[in-house]
């Protein structure tokens, strides 16, 4: 069975995929970033008069990432303890790495999903951090789903 999912509650896609897509009891999500739901605007942004990006708040886009993928999870079925894997992207490991691990400890205190944290020289739009995310979904009894 494969299902995509589009949540209402999440930003928009920047481009032409779903937030998530089933494919049988696994759930991967697309790329999330820190976009505002219902908007363009990036927590923590901080631009001259011309609108080029002069710095940014790793700890606002931090939060705000994890809020989006927490309404896809739920948009999906699944919830924050259903995740298994996640793969990071910063764009600042040496400016940023140190803030996003505590940041993340905070969200992370049982479930520890398998993690992977990349640099990568940019984003699709001005953000500092994206993750890519694959969760279990179990049914109402906590069996897996088939």
Known sequence: MTDQ???????????AYPHARREGNLLF??????RMPGTDLI?????????A???YDIDAQCHSVFANIKQILESAGADWDDLIDITVFL????KDFARFNAIYSEYFTG??????TLEVG?????IAIE????????????????
């Open 122 to 126: 940019a984003l699709p739009t001005p």
């Open 29 to 34: 999500l697309s790329g999330v970033g820190p």
């Open 43 to 51: 927590p923590g942004n901080v631009h001259d008069a011309h609108g």
């Open 53 to 55: 990006l002069l710095d």
């Open 91 to 94: 764009t600042d490991m040496d």
């Open 5 to 15: 999912i589009h949540s209402d509650r999440a930003p928009k896609p920047v481009g």
């Open 111 to 116: 479930n520890l999903p398998c993690r992977t």
């Open 131 to 146: 993750l890519k995310c694959v969760a279990r979904i179990t049914d109402t009894d906590g069996a897996p789903t088939t």
